[in-house]
């Protein structure tokens, strides 16, 4: 006879249960694979759809094999994309654009597209070793809630000047969640900012997953743990 204070043994999920927690899990694996598949191959047949157009009949790989290759237009426009940077590398090719510049400047619809296409295209494409410096918590929007954040430079000229801090001023980009490429531009003074010692890229991982994937399964929020040589 059992007692109230007897463990019920435990049950064996039925065959139903274990249907769904494989397929479920088949889906989590699939899932990510396929998406980016899929988009891969639509991104290149979006290349190939506008590029091939463009190509002569005679240089197409296809009135030679007889089938439409996919990816064809992407390696002409890699080509074609090389070209032009290596010509405008040269001499020539920075007067020609300087000189293209000044024709678009005194067009008032198409010189405010232009300068605002350029603008973004220098800043997502254009090469460069500055990036965000570290991770880090901050408090925000009102102390007491933290956020992850990103120091990306010590803040200069008139913002530094006239911004009511004795000290030091760092910019801070936080991004959103989970499209991390979208955020708020503050400025806190240093002593507000927590460097973190976890690299960007698993400062990325945090704000991308909504907090459900943590850096080596710890979490940020709390001071490193002290090694067994430091805590005696």
């Known amino acids: 006879m059992n007692t109230p204070f007897d463990e019920e043994p435990q049950r064996r999920p039925g065959l139903f249960a274990r249907f769904r927690a494989s397929f479920l899990t088949g889906i989590v694996v699939i899932a990510p694979?396929?998406?980016?598949?899929w988009l891969i191959w639509s991104v290149v047949g979006w290349i190939d759809s506008a590029v091939l157009p463009l190509i002569p009949h005679q240089f197409r790989p296809e009135q030679?094999?007889?089938?439409?290759?996919?990816?064809?237009?992407?390696?002409?426009?890699?080509?074609?994309?090389?070209l032009v940077?290596?010509?405008?590398?040269?001499?020539?090719g920075r007067s020609l654009i300087?000189?293209?510049?000044?024709?678009?400047?005194?067009?008032?619809?198409?010189?405010?597209?232009?300068?605002?296409?350029?603008?973004?295209?220098?800043?997502?494409f254009a090469q460069t070793e500055?990036?965000?410096?570290?991770?880090?918590?901050?408090?925000?929007?009102?102390?007491?809630i933290w956020a992850i954040g990103f120091v990306s430079t010590t803040a200069k000229g008139e913002v530094s000047q006239k911004a009511e801090t004795g000290g030091?001023?760092?910019?801070?980009?936080?991004?959103?969640?989970?499209?991390?490429?979208?955020g708020f531009l503050l400025f806190f003074p240093a002593e507000d900012v927590i460097l973190l010692d976890m690299s960007i890229e698993d400062a990325a991982k945090l704000?991308?997953?909504?907090?459900?994937?943590?850096?080596?399964?710890?979490?940020?929020?709390?001071?490193?743990?002290?090694?067994?040589?430091?805590?005696?």
């Open 33 to 37: 694979v396929w998406l980016t598949i």
């Open 64 to 82: 030679y094999v007889g089938i439409n290759l996919r990816g064809v237009g992407v390696v002409f426009f890699l080509i074609f994309t090389v």
């Open 85 to 92: 940077g290596w010509v405008a590398k040269g001499i020539l």
């Open 98 to 124: 300087h000189f293209g510049e000044r024709v678009v400047n005194r067009m008032p619809v198409v010189r405010s597209v232009y300068s605002g296409i350029k603008q973004i295209s220098e800043t997502v």
């Open 130 to 144: 500055r990036s965000f410096e570290k991770a880090c918590l901050i408090q925000y929007p009102r102390r007491g």
């Open 168 to 182: 030091e001023l760092l910019s801070i980009f936080v991004p959103t969640t989970p499209n991390p490429t979208s």
């Open 207 to 232: 704000v991308i997953s909504a907090g459900l994937v943590y850096p080596n399964g710890a979490d940020p929020t709390q001071p490193p743990e002290e090694s067994p040589e430091h805590s005696g």
